[in-house]
Nanobody
Framework: QVQLVESGGGLVQPGGSLRLSCTTS????????MRWHRQAPGKERELVAS???????????SVKGRSTISIDTNRNNPNRTMYLQVDKVNLGDTAVYYC???????????????WGQGIQVTVSS
């Protein structure tokens, strides 16, 4: 099982930027892709952005053009960190943001998926 620890978030003013990080821990797995999801009060969890291990990215229409998802490329570090930056934030960006990863266990070949605990982002003046 892959453990995920999210950081960043908190209170952000409208028009400002938010930056989140998600760091994996554990060994013996290969990451296929990582994602950021978010869930606003009273709404379903939605995909924000996705990045494959090869660097291919996908963004939700709600954040496209003002967001960047990235993953560290330090091959010497067994733990990987994924980042999400969202610029020009608005009230609609208020949500709990969740990190998600899809991996494959090296020893068994089995696929697995894991979620982080979630981190609150509140956009308010």
């Amino acid at each position: 099982q892959v453990q995920l620890v999210e950081s960043g978030g908190g209170l952000v003013q409208p028009g400002g930027s938010l930056r989140l990080s998600c760091t994996t821990s554990g060994t013996g797995f290969t990451i296929y892709y990582m994602r950021w999801h978010r869930q606003a009060p009273g709404k379903e969890r939605e995909l924000v952005a996705s990045i494959t291990s090869g660097g291919t990215t996908v963004y939700a229409d709600s954040v496209k053009g003002r967001s960047t998802i990235s993953i560290d490329t330090n091959r010497n570090n067994p733990n990987r960190t994924m980042y999400l930056q969202v610029d020009k934030v608005n009230l609609g960006d208020t949500a709990v943001y969740y990190c998600y990863t899809f991996t494959r266990q090296v020893s068994t070949g089995m696929f697995d998926s894991d979620w982080g605990q979630g981190i609150q982002v509140t956009v308010s003046s």
